[in-house]
C-alpha cells in the first residue's frame, strides 16, 4: 500500500479559500468587490482593471461579482454614486455650522469642494470625467449626482433671497457658472495643468491657489466676503 504525506499547510489554504469564497456568497460579496475596484484605481492610477480582476484578488469564481454588476461600469457606477454620497455628506456637515452670512458659507462649501476633489481624485474622475459614459442609465447614480448639485443650487437660491448675491433671473444658471468653476479648477489642479497660468502652482499646493480664485468669483457676484 502506498503512502502519503498530507501537506498542512496546504489544507488550511484550501478551507481558508472555500470559507472566503462562503462568506462572499451570504451577503457582502457587493461591497467586497466595491472595495477591490477601488483599490485597484488607487493602486494603478487608472481604471483598466477587468471584472477577472476582481473575482481573482477576492478569490470568488469569475462569474460570482456579476451577481451584483451587469458590467464592469455598473461596479463603477456604484462607486462614482458612493462618491456622490460621500461629498454631499461632507457638503452638509460644513452647511451645518455657523458663519457671519451666507456669503461666507458659499465660500466654505467650495472649499470643502475643491478639497474633495483634491483628495479623492479616483472618485472624482468617476463622477465628473465621462468614464460613466450615461449616468441616466443608472437611476442612483443620477440622483445622486443631482442631490449633489442642489446643494449648490439650495445654497445660491438662499442668497439670491437675503440679497447677498448679484440678482440674477435664473439661480440654477448662475449655479451652474459657480460649479463649473470649482469642477475646471479641480481638473486643472488634477491634471498639473494649473501652471500654464501659475508657474508655481504644481511645485506648491494647488487648494489655497484655487480658494483664492473662486473668492475672485464672489467678489464679483457678492457682497460682504471679508
Keep these: 500500500?502506498?503512502?502519503?504525506?498530507?501537506?498542512?499547510?496546504?489544507?488550511?489554504?484550501?478551507?481558508?479559500?472555500?470559507?472566503?469564497?462562503?462568506?462572499?456568497?451570504?451577503?457582502?460579496?457587493?461591497?467586497?468587490?466595491?472595495?477591490?475596484?477601488?483599490?485597484?484605481?488607487?493602486?494603478?492610477?487608472?481604471?483598466?482593471?477587468?471584472?477577472?480582476?476582481?473575482?481573482?484578488?477576492?478569490?470568488?469564481?469569475?462569474?460570482?461579482?456579476?451577481?451584483?454588476?451587469?458590467?464592469?461600469?455598473?461596479?463603477?457606477?456604484?462607486?462614482?454614486?458612493?462618491?456622490?454620497?460621500?461629498?454631499?455628506n461632507q457638503l452638509e456637515e460644513v452647511k451645518n455650522e455657523n458663519y457671519k452670512n451666507k456669503l461666507e458659507l458659499l465660500y466654505k462649501i467650495a472649499v470643502m469642494y475643491i478639497q474633495f476633489g483634491t483628495t479623492n481624485p479616483e472618485y472624482y474622475k468617476l463622477m465628473y470625467g465621462g468614464i460613466i459614459q450615461d449616468a441616466e442609465m443608472y437611476p442612483s447614480l443620477y440622483e445622486a449626482s443631482v442631490k449633489c448639485y442642489n446643494t449648490f443650487l439650495e445654497t445660491i437660491e438662499s442668497l439670491m433671497k437675503s440679497k447677498e448675491l448679484i440678482p440674477s433671473s435664473d439661480s440654477n444658471l448662475l449655479t451652474f457658472?459657480?460649479?463649473?468653476?470649482?469642477?475646471?479648477?479641480?481638473?486643472?489642479?488634477?491634471?498639473?495643468?494649473?501652471?500654464?497660468?501659475?508657474?508655481?502652482?504644481?511645485?506648491?499646493?494647488?487648494?489655497?491657489?484655487?480658494?483664492?480664485?473662486?473668492?475672485?468669483f464672489l467678489n464679483g457676484v457678492g457682497h460682504n466676503l471679508k
Excluded at 466595491?34 to 484605481?41: N, T, Y
Excluded at 488607487?42 to 451587469?70: C, T, W
Design 177 to 216: 457658472y459657480s460649479w463649473s468653476l470649482l469642477h475646471g479648477l479641480v481638473s486643472l489642479a488634477q491634471d498639473n495643468r494649473l501652471n500654464i497660468a501659475f508657474r508655481e502652482a504644481n511645485a506648491n499646493n494647488p487648494q489655497q491657489l484655487m480658494e483664492e480664485l473662486f473668492s475672485y
Design 1 to 88: 500500500m502506498s503512502s502519503f504525506k498530507v501537506d498542512n499547510d496546504y489544507i488550511k489554504f484550501i478551507f481558508g479559500y472555500m470559507k472566503k469564497k462562503k462568506n462572499y456568497h451570504h451577503g457582502n460579496l457587493k461591497s467586497a468587490c466595491m472595495e477591490e475596484g477601488l483599490r485597484l484605481i488607487q493602486k494603478n492610477g487608472s481604471y483598466d482593471f477587468s471584472m477577472r480582476d476582481i473575482s481573482k484578488n477576492l478569490g470568488v469564481s469569475h462569474g460570482a461579482p456579476y451577481k451584483h454588476f451587469e458590467t464592469k461600469e455598473a461596479l463603477l457606477a456604484s462607486l462614482a454614486e458612493a462618491g456622490f454620497h460621500k461629498l454631499t
